[in-house]
């Protein structure tokens, strides 16, 4: 027998052994919430700005006129450059799909109440092209305190349409009416209302009736949503349905997804690829005349774990794959060309409960999860002990964490726009205090996920590098902390960093002998805005070091399109005076690439110094000059 005699044996096959599934390992029994509890829910929950949609009823009566103003984002997405200058090697677009303990939480809300500890909040939001609000509600709408900061970094935001198993009525799903498919001119207008960026549509329920009539009016669906919703929007494919109607997951772009990758704007694919799915798919996207880069492959986060409840999860690699190696497939999609969607970004803090009950004296659950959150992203070594409920080993601990960060392949993205960016350095959770103690309160964080501003970079080399500093020559290094609070800001630091021996309590004997770097130099943003005098500068800084043999500063690099070649402009901050206000951004040079401090210095204090400490930094179109106060503070030149 072959597939001319035959051609449906796969598929056949594939939905028998599903029904023989079901049979022998059936679905248990719901025990959540009924209907009309979920309902009553969900009008709680649009009171605090929280909305999505459980049917297609729901959905159908939607009318943008009944959207509350609290329900609504307000902050536009920031046009961002392409890249930061100085990127060489390859890099993946990252793509973050939200899963974090089923959505919709009172800390994303317009009215979040204070928090026994921190939750989930991306802190490398320079490092995200995509962010999609993911939960098992059939419409996914983002919450406005996450598109509000997310827009503010320049990340575009996605709901989610969800057809899972359960969904009943699907058939209901391609309707139309005047001619138009009701869920796609819905899901647009719901982008336009509530001021998010597109839709990744997942659907994971075999077709109904036709298979081959049901997959062409999905495409025809899917290219109505994506010409409605228009180019500065994005519409993603997730892969599950396939064209002959059955959930059949493929692990990259082939011949049975293609056809919906082609009418969205590209596609999530599941997460057990393999380096020879990565080749295939690349020849599918040549023949398409598709990008790579707008097919992002699937990490599962989760896949690490050794107490899942039934079967593994798989993901690249097969063996120790997610969890803290999510970044070692990363570095393969970066090497391929391919865009990275990580699942469930919010592991660090799911896996690691963000329990308020200490471990000991000094760690809590919470302080183990931002640790391997860092661990993810940055390299930063692992705690020991992580007091997770994983039973085999130490299943996070692997060779490779280190030398595969996030952050090394992914690509890195300008702070700010070319012509606007400020900070005042709010952390996406406050200290609460007791006004009339200035102690901290019981329950002692206040969410403020909403006005979270971009993280400065606060270390001068690799995560790698610094962790072991103190092992190799002496040197002088500028670093930063954030300070939280009602008056948050950035101090920086400077210390001696390296081997060398105490003497009694004098000056370490090998200080005088070492050759230091005279200039140390700390990078706290990179930027990408033009050099032509029409920007300006207003940077709020307090000097906080009283020594006379210690200069420091503020530093802007310029860069040379043509050459290649930088120059620093440089403005000493003293205790007694900040710098200038209205500083202009200005210079031979055609661009603004960086923003930092320096220290110029051979002070051999060894013990950690504050230098300086930071509350605001904003740089903007310039105001016009009043002829009758024409004057201009100029800066330091220095070239590199």
């Given amino acids: 027998m072959n597939n001319s005699t035959f051609p449906d044996w796969k598929r056949i096959g594939r939905r028998i052994g599903k029904r023989l599934r079901d049979v022998l390992r059936p679905e248990p029994i719901a025990t959540g919430p009924s209907p009309e509890e979920r309902r009553e829910q969900r009008l709680r929950d649009a009171l605090v700005g929280l909305v999505y949609f459980d049917t297609f009823e729901e959905l159908r009566s939607w009318q943008s006129a009944d959207v509350e103003q609290l329900q609504q984002a307000n902050q536009p997405l920031l046009p961002r450059a392409a890249s930061v200058h100085n990127q060489s090697e390859p890099k993946t677009r990252l793509l973050l799909c939200h899963d974090y303990r089923g959505g919709y939480h009172e800390y994303e809300s317009v009215r979040p109440s204070p928090l026994a500890s921190e939750w989930y909040s991306c802190r490398h939001l320079h490092y995200v092209d995509t962010f999609i609000y993911f939960s098992h509600k059939l419409v996914c709408i983002p919450p406005p305190s996450w598109i509000n900061t997310l827009h503010r970094h320049g990340v575009k935001v996605l709901g989610t349409f969800l057809i899972e198993p359960q969904t009943p009525n699907i058939e209901r799903f391609l309707l139309k009416e005047n001619g138009m498919f009701i869920v796609a001119r819905k899901l647009v207008d719901m982008a336009d209302t509530y001021g998010f960026d597109g839709w990744l549509f997942n659907i994971e329920q075999d077709a109904p009736g036709t298979e081959r009539s049901w997959s062409s009016n999905l495409v025809d669906l899917l290219t109505e949503l994506r010409n409605l919703i228009g180019e500065q929007k994005k519409v993603l494919w997730y892969d599950a349905l396939t064209t002959e109607g059955d959930v059949y997951y493929q692990n990259g772009l082939t011949s049975a ?20 799915k990565l080749a295939e798919s690349k020849v599918v996207a040549d023949e398409l005349g598709m990008s790579t880069t707008d097919v992002f492959f699937g990490i599962d986060v989760w896949a690490q774990d050794t107490n899942m409840p039934g079967p593994p999860r798989v993901t690249y690699p097969r ?38 009950s200490p471990i000991s004296e000094s760690v809590t659950s919470a302080s183990i999860a931002r640790q391997v959150d860092d661990c993810l992203w940055t390299g930063a ?41 400020e900070t005042r350095f709010l952390q996406a959770f406050q200290p609460c205090l007791d006004m009339a103690s200035d102690h901290r309160c019981k329950v002692p964080y206040w969410p403020t996920l909403s006005s979270q501003d971009p993280e400065p970079n606060l270390i001068p080399m690799s995560t790698k590098q610094w962790e072991v500093v103190n092992d190799g020559p002496m040197v002088r290094v500028l670093y930063g902390e954030l300070m939280a609070g009602p008056d948050s800001s950035l101090k920086i630091f400077t210390k001696l960093a390296g081997c060398y021996e105490e003497v009694d309590d004098q000056v370490p004997q090998s200080v005088a002998s070492v050759d230091r770097l005279p200039v140390s130099k700390l990078c706290l943003y990179k930027l990408e805005m033009p050099a032509d005098g029409s920007l300006e500068a207003t940077i709020d800084v307090q000097g906080r070091l009283y020594e006379d043999k210690v200069a420091y500063g503020i530093y802007m690099s310029y860069l040379n ?50 230098l300086m400490e930071m509350t605001r930094i904003i740089i903007k179109p310039k105001k016009k000059i009043s002829m009758s106060n024409p004057t201009v503070n100029h800066p330091t030149f220095t070239k590199n």
């Fill in 319 to 356: 063996d120790g794959g997610g969890g803290t190696n999510t970044g070692l497939a990363a570095s393969v999609l970066s090497t391929n060309g391919f865009s990275t969607a990580i699942f469930a970004p919010a592991w660090t803090y799911e896996h690691f409960s963000t329990s308020s």
């Fill in 561 to 610: 399109r043509t050459s290649g070649a930088t120059a620093d402009c440089t403005w000493e901050v003293s205790p007694s005076d900040g710098i200038p206000s209205d500083l202009p951004i200005q210079h031979e040079n055609e661009a603004l690439v960086e923003l930092g401090v320096y220290m110029n210095s051979r002070y051999d204090h060894s013990s950690p110094l504050v």
């Fill in 257 to 276: 997804n293609r056809p919906y990758a082609c009418a969205a704007n590209g596609l999530f694919t599941n997460y057990k690829w393999t380096k020879e």
């Fill in 381 to 421: 070594r692992l705690p020991d002990e992580l007091y997770c409920d994983c039973k085999k080993g130490k299943p996070h601990h692997t060779i490779s964490y280190k030398n595969h960060p996030i952050i090394r392949y992914a690509r890195e993205y300008p702070a700010g726009s070319s012509k606007f960016f």
